[in-house]
């Protein structure tokens, strides 16, 4: 089945470039220009992926995130300019899937939009499709994890990350690794990506009433401590 995308972002003459390249790639590919318009779109119509830029017109890119979150778990990909790490990091926290600076290499922009769509229909657990370690509990089939009970209302590329902890838990994974099997690619340098997501899992265990069961490994990675998961 042909993936939708929506590519929001005012600058047409990109859009329009990034369009014929992408649908030669076999994605389909709706274009838009104005946040409010694209955040009534997004609400309206059903696509697999959305390229969200954060300089738009009629409203932020980073607030027409925000409002997407409070409704849709679409995945996104942000496009953010060149050294402006703050707005990549408000963007994952937000809860953008990844992120690409401007200008960006469309082979690298296709690359990174499989990642994410891939990793939203993959990493299913053996077995029934759960994974229970102590008081955390992640089911694949309708990819959700609570604690205790309490619903962490994981982003797609969080889940991802979790799962992975828990399947290696009681065991440090390097962030390399982590990327590469929870985000679908390697880390780049001075890429904080795992570390902003791992900060965010952590406020939401925290968040149900949960000791901190994801611990750092200085200059190894991070693990899931079991002992810390047991506990109410």
């Given amino acids: 089945m042909t993936e939708?995308?929506?590519?929001?972002?005012?600058?047409r003459e990109l859009c329009t470039l990034l369009r014929e390249f992408l649908q030669?790639?076999?994605?389909?590919?709706?274009?838009?220009?104005?946040?409010?318009?694209?955040?009534?779109?997004?609400?309206?119509?059903?696509f697999d992926g959305i390229v969200l830029d954060?300089?738009?017109?009629?409203?932020?890119?980073?607030?027409?995130?925000?409002?997407?979150?409070e409704r849709l778990d679409t995945p996104v990909l942000m496009l953010t300019?060149?050294?402006?790490?703050?707005?990549?990091?408000?963007?994952?926290?937000l809860g953008a899937d990844d992120y690409l600076p401007k200008p960006c290499n469309p082979r690298e922009l296709a690359a990174r939009l499989r990642a994410i769509l891939r990793r939203g229909?993959?990493?299913?657990?053996?077995?029934?499709?759960?994974?229970?370690?102590g008081l955390t509990h992640l089911s694949s089939a309708d990819r959700s994890a609570s604690w205790n009970e309490r619903d962490l209302e994981l982003t797609s590329a969080e889940f991802n990350i979790l799962n992975t902890l828990l399947t290696h838990a009681g065991s440090v994974v390097d962030k390399e690794?982590?990327?590469?099997?929870?985000?679908g690619r390697s880390l780049s340098a001075y890429d904080r990506?795992?570390?902003?997501?791992?900060?965010?899992?952590?406020?939401?265990?925290?968040?149900?009433?949960?000791?901190?069961?994801?611990?750092?490994?200085?200059?190894?990675?991070?693990?899931?401590?079991v002992s810390a998961a047991e506990h109410n």
């Fill in 121 to 133: 229909r993959s990493a299913e657990p053996a077995g029934n499709g759960d994974l229970r370690v």
């Fill in 81 to 93: 300019a060149r050294g402006e790490d703050t707005d990549r990091i408000i963007g994952l926290e």
């Fill in 24 to 46: 030669l790639e076999g994605f389909a590919v709706d274009l838009c220009h104005d946040g409010r318009e694209a955040l009534l779109r997004c609400r309206q119509e059903n």
């Fill in 4 to 11: 939708r995308l929506l590519i929001i972002d005012d600058d």
């Fill in 177 to 183: 690794s982590l990327s590469r099997q929870a985000l």
């Fill in 54 to 69: 954060i300089m738009l017109p009629g409203m932020w890119g980073l607030e027409v995130l925000r409002k997407l979150r």
């Fill in 193 to 225: 990506s795992v570390d902003v997501h791992v900060s965010k899992i952590r406020k939401k265990f925290a968040a149900c009433g949960a000791d901190n069961p994801i611990v750092s490994i200085r200059g190894a990675g991070y693990q899931f401590n």
